[in-house]
C-alpha cells in the first residue's frame, strides 16, 4: 500500500512514464506488459538468403547419407560390444556403457533411416533405466539381436511385416520387467 511521496532520491524515477507505486523507502514502477504484441507479431516471409542456407543444408544431409549405413553399423557393433561386456560382469560399469550405447542408437536410428532399430533401443533403454535389478540377460539379448537384424535386412519402417512382430513382442517382453510407474 502507498504510505508517504517517494524521498526526493527516488523521484526521479516517476518521471519514466510508467504507473508508479510509492512506499516510504522505495517505489514500485509498473511498466506495460507489451509480451502479447511481441508474441504475435508477424514475421515476413523468410529472404533468400534463408531458402539457400535451408536448401545448402539438406544437400550437405543428402551427401552425408550415403555413409548413414556405415555409422549404423558402427553404433551396432559398439552395442555388441557393450552387451558382451554387460554379460559378462553386469555392473555399473557395464550397465552404463549399454545404457549410452542403446541411447545413441535410439537418438540416431532415425536419423540413418532405421526408425524400427530406434524404437527398440528405446526399449532397451526403458529397461536398463528401471529401478532395481538389471534386466535378465536374455531381455538384453533379444533386444540387440533385433536392432542388429533389422539394420541387416535393411528394413526401413513398418510396413515390414516380420519386423513389426518382432517390436511388438519385444514390447510385450518388456511390459513383464517394466515396473509400473506410479
Request: net charge negative; hydrophobic share 40%; charged share 30%.
Amino acid at each position: 500500500m502507498p504510505d508517504a511521496p517517494p524521498s526526493p532520491a527516488l523521484v526521479p524515477a516517476a518521471s519514466w512514464g510508467v504507473p508508479v507505486e510509492s512506499f516510504t523507502d522505495h517505489i514500485v514502477l509498473r511498466p506495460p506488459n507489451r509480451l502479447k504484441e511481441r508474441a504475435t507479431r508477424s514475421v515476413g516471409l523468410r529472404d533468400k538468403s534463408d531458402e539457400e542456407a535451408i536448401l545448402r543444408a539438406e544437400q550437405a544431409l543428402e551427401l552425408l547419407s550415403t555413409e548413414f549405413d556405415g555409422w549404423m553399423k558402427h553404433e551396432i557393433d559398439r552395442l555388441e560390444i557393450m552387451r558382451a561386456a554387460f554379460a559378462i560382469g553386469r555392473d555399473a560399469e557395464a550397465l552404463d556403457g549399454l545404457y549410452r550405447s542403446a541411447h545413441d542408437l535410439r537418438g540416431q536410428s532415425a536419423t540413418f533411416g532405421f526408425p524400427l532399430a530406434g524404437e527398440i533401443a528405446d526399449g532397451l533403454c526403458l529397461m536398463l533405466e528401471q529401478d532395481g535389478p538389471p534386466p535378465p540377460q536374455s531381455y538384453v539379448d533379444r533386444h540387440v539381436e533385433a536392432i542388429r537384424a533389422i539394420v541387416r535386412e535393411d528394413v526401413r519402417g513398418r510396413e515390414h511385416p516380420v519386423a513389426a512382430e518382432i517390436v511388438e513382442r519385444l514390447a510385450i517382453l518388456r511390459a513383464g520387467f517394466l515396473k509400473p510407474k506410479d
